[in-house]
């Protein structure tokens, strides 16, 4: 039977007979054909040929040698990137992918350490750690979609009150510490956080978390000092000490990170907590946690307990600092000053037992971070009362170097314990006079009197020399100021510290551009001119006279101790250089700084009930303004147990404004001794 007839694409009829595939075609004769092997659907099984003409197009016929190969080329090429790529995660970023799949499942959750308490000498305790809590964010877990986490922060800037674009900023940040809690609001009150963890409990990377606040105690009464902010003059000298903690920006992070510090964290930022921050802080524990979607803890799957931060017992006296303290500020206002800087130490080791410089801040405001507008009022006051006046700041010396310059000429024989000179009221020199500060003179002047009564001629003589007598010049005075110490910083554990200045020739000519004449060498000699000194080695050069010849470096740290295994490590006292005056001269000295307590310039002292060794100094500064007040001395004279300095910014005389503030300060401390 005959099936109908099937046109191919070109035109030709195909005939089936009994569904066989040998066809017969009615065919143009003129066309010629081949036979080839049909491989179309409906072939048959049989293999037989079918005639075709040669312009028929297959789909094949367009894959030349030469595109496969390229094929083939391309698909291997692409293997091979997978391979390469596949190889390169595996080997190279498997730790890193493992790492984030288990953080999206796993964190470790860092636990604070306790820091450590800071006391004075005999125990009070003059910190305290407060629990406190903060509302955090995880920038891991936080929406990844733009509006989703517009609205997250629109919601945090309502709950907290904050600005929408410092939330944004804060988040760009710390960006890249995406794993850690970045607080958004400290300090939050315990109601108040319960209240934030019930309207954020569906935020997700969002917490309330728990950690401690420092505070500074009053150490009259243990409690924390309360005081209006207004009057910053109120406010303990301790601060200055103590410092204070802050939050860690941006730069000290990155630096601190690999430290086990945090975004969240706090370290310190001024006095004792900046210097000892690693022996306060610890060591973090951790707690490693399993977490849903929202990065909400699930489960608690190991715990590593901190290591708390060690104490630190001051050598600070905080009765005799809040004494001095006290006695400083009544002269103040009573004088209507309001800069001032007061140093006890112990002569013969070095340690500080107040420290106090005057006006302060409170370091409560500063504890955690301070407000702009707290922060303003402190560093717009014109007395600036972040500045620590007894180490940072430094001063004309006036009459208070005269006891390094004295010791130095009876060191290198210029003169010796009698020698003697005629004061008539000055000398002068060419065109140019040097005046002695009492009219008329003082009369014939040996070293002892010239201490007593501060008479600047003698120095004039000993220092520059005149007429045909040789001094000591500005190189040896120079060379024994350094050993006094009043060049260098000392090296006390607290920031900040300066260095003195001493001119020089070299320098004269390279600054100012002047040669040196033998005016500047008696204004050396007197503690005028560009001599600079901190209040810190003033009292550490009275330290060397009082002590028979060594320097010792500034103390006020004397052991640590180890909260859990009660073990104390105690700081002994450091050297900075021994025997730089041979002890017979500083005797000499030393009688002539109780000269002065007698029937000098410091004879208020004189009734005193213990034997106080002084000596008064008046530094010029400014012809504008007033001169600074300086009196420096140790007690008792023969078994000297302290050494006080007092400095008097602006307060015109030594014997007028400092001394009076000495007086009132032994006079209670020899109480305060005998009790």
């Known amino acids: 039977m005959k099936k109908k007839n099937k046109k191919n694409p070109h035109g030709e009829y195909l005939?089936?007979?009994?569904?066989?595939?040998?066809?017969?075609?009615?065919?143009?004769?003129?066309?010629?054909?081949?036979?080839?092997?049909?491989?179309?659907?409906?072939?048959?099984?049989?293999?037989?040929?079918?005639?075709?003409?040669?312009?028929?197009?297959?789909?094949?016929?367009?894959?030349?040698?030469?595109?496969?190969?390229?094929?083939?080329?391309?698909?291997?090429?692409?293997?091979?990137?997978?391979?390469?790529?596949?190889?390169?995660?595996?080997?190279?970023?498997?730790?890193?992918?493992?790492?984030?799949?288990?953080?999206?499942?796993?964190?470790?959750?860092?636990?604070?350490?306790?820091?450590?308490?800071?006391?004075?000498?005999?125990?009070?305790?003059?910190?305290q750690n407060i629990p406190n809590f903060s509302l955090a964010i995880t920038p891991q877990d936080i929406p990844r979609n733009q509006e989703q986490k517009k609205q997250l922060i629109r919601t945090l800037s309502n709950i907290t009150e904050e600005n929408i674009t410092g939330i944004e900023q804060l988040i760009e940040e710390y960006g890249d510490y995406s794993y850690e809690s970045i607080n958004i609001k400290e300090d939050i009150p315990y109601d108040v956080a319960l209240r934030v963890q019930i309207a954020t409990a569906d935020l997700p990377g969002i917490s309330v978390t728990?950690?401690?606040?420092?505070?500074?105690?009053?150490?009259?009464?243990?409690?924390?000092?309360?005081?209006?902010?207004?009057?910053?003059?109120?406010?303990?000298?301790?601060?200055?000490?103590?410092?204070?903690?802050?939050?860690?920006?941006?730069?000290?992070?990155?630096?601190?990170?690999?430290?086990?510090?945090?975004?969240?964290?706090?370290?310190?930022?001024?006095?004792?907590?900046?210097?000892?921050?690693?022996?306060?802080?610890?060591?973090?524990?951790?707690?490693?946690?399993?977490?849903?979607?929202?990065?909400?803890?699930?489960?608690?799957?190991?715990?590593?307990?901190?290591?708390?931060?060690?104490?630190?017992?001051?050598?600070?006296?905080?009765?005799?600092?809040?004494?001095?303290?006290?006695?400083?500020?009544?002269?103040?206002?009573?004088?209507?000053?309001?800069?001032?800087?007061?140093?006890?130490?112990?002569?013969?080791?070095?340690?500080?037992?107040?420290?106090?410089?005057?006006?302060?801040?409170?370091?409560?405001?500063?504890?955690?971070?301070?407000?702009?507008?707290?922060?303003?009022?402190?560093?717009?006051n014109k007395d600036n009362p972040l500045f620590n006046r007894s180490i940072s700041g430094t001063y004309p010396s006036g009459s208070t170097i005269k006891l390094a310059v004295a010791a130095a000429a009876l060191q290198e024989g210029v003169i010796h314990k009698n020698s003697s000179f005629l004061s008539n009221g000055g000398i002068s020199v060419g065109q140019w006079f040097f005046p002695d500060w009492l009219g008329g003179g003082h009369g014939v002047t040996n070293v002892r009197k010239s201490l007593s009564q501060s008479v600047n001629t003698f120095y004039y003589y000993i220092g520059g020399g005149y007429k045909d007598f040789t001094g000591l010049g500005v190189s040896r005075i120079i060379k024994y100021l350094k050993q006094f110490g009043l060049y260098a910083k000392l090296g006390i554990d607290l920031p900040g510290e300066q260095e003195g200045f001493l001119p020089s020739i070299a320098w004269k000519e390279r600054i100012k551009k002047e040669r040196w004449y033998v005016g500047d060498t008696y204004n050396l000699s007197i503690g005028q001119g560009d001599l600079l000194a901190t209040p810190l080695q003033i009292n550490f050069m009275t330290n060397i006279v009082a002590n028979g010849g060594t320097l010792f470096k500034p103390q006020l740290v004397s052991e640590f101790i180890d909260p859990v295994e009660k073990k104390k490590t105690v700081i002994h006292p450091s050297m900075i250089r021994r025997d730089i005056i041979?002890?017979?001269?500083l005797k000499t000295i030393r009688l002539g700084m109780r000269d002065c307590v007698l029937y000098g310039s410091c004879r208020r002292l004189n009734t005193l009930p213990l034997h106080v060794a002084g000596k008064t100094g008046t530094a010029q500064w400014n012809s504008a303004k007033e001169n600074h007040a300086w009196f420096t001395s140790f007690a008792p004279m023969h078994n000297p147990e302290i050494s006080v300095t007092i400095l008097v910014e602006e307060g015109g005389e030594g014997s007028k404004i400092a001394v009076p503030i000495a007086d009132e300060f032994y006079r209670w401390w020899y109480g305060y001794k005998t009790q």
Not at 582 to 585: E, F, G, M, P
């Open 210 to 380: 728990r950690g401690s606040k420092r505070l500074y105690q009053n150490p009259e009464d243990g409690t924390v000092k309360k005081v209006g902010q207004e009057d910053v003059d109120e406010l303990s000298s301790l601060s200055h000490i103590l410092g204070y903690l802050g939050k860690l920006d941006r730069e000290e992070l990155d630096r601190l990170y690999e430290k086990g510090y945090l975004p969240s964290d706090t370290l310190g930022k001024y006095g004792i907590e900046k210097t000892f921050e690693e022996v306060l802080r610890g060591s973090y524990g951790k707690r490693r946690i399993e977490v849903n979607v929202r990065g909400r803890e699930q489960a608690n799957l190991a715990e590593q307990a901190p290591v708390p931060g060690n104490h630190i017992v001051l050598s600070i006296d905080a009765t005799i600092q809040n004494n001095l303290e006290r006695i400083l500020r009544q002269s103040l206002e009573k004088n209507n000053k309001s800069k001032a800087s007061g140093i006890v130490s112990d002569p013969n080791t070095g340690k500080i037992l107040a420290l106090v410089s005057i006006p302060s801040f409170d370091n409560n405001d500063f504890s955690g971070g301070i407000s702009e507008g707290k922060y303003r009022k402190y560093t717009q």
């Open 15 to 127: 005939f089936f007979e009994n569904g066989e595939t040998n066809n017969r075609l009615s065919l143009n004769k003129k066309k010629k054909y081949d036979w080839v092997e049909e491989s179309f659907s409906f072939e048959n099984d049989t293999g037989k040929q079918v005639a075709v003409p040669h312009s028929t197009h297959f789909i094949g016929t367009s894959f030349t040698k030469k595109k496969v190969l390229w094929c083939v080329s391309f698909i291997v090429l692409i293997f091979i990137t997978l391979v390469i790529r596949v190889s390169y995660l595996q080997l190279f970023k498997g730790d890193y992918y493992a790492a984030r799949s288990v953080n999206n499942r796993e964190r470790v959750i860092p636990i604070p350490s306790e820091r450590g308490m800071i006391y004075d000498k005999n125990g009070i305790q003059l910190t």
């Open 582 to 585: 041979d002890s017979i001269h």
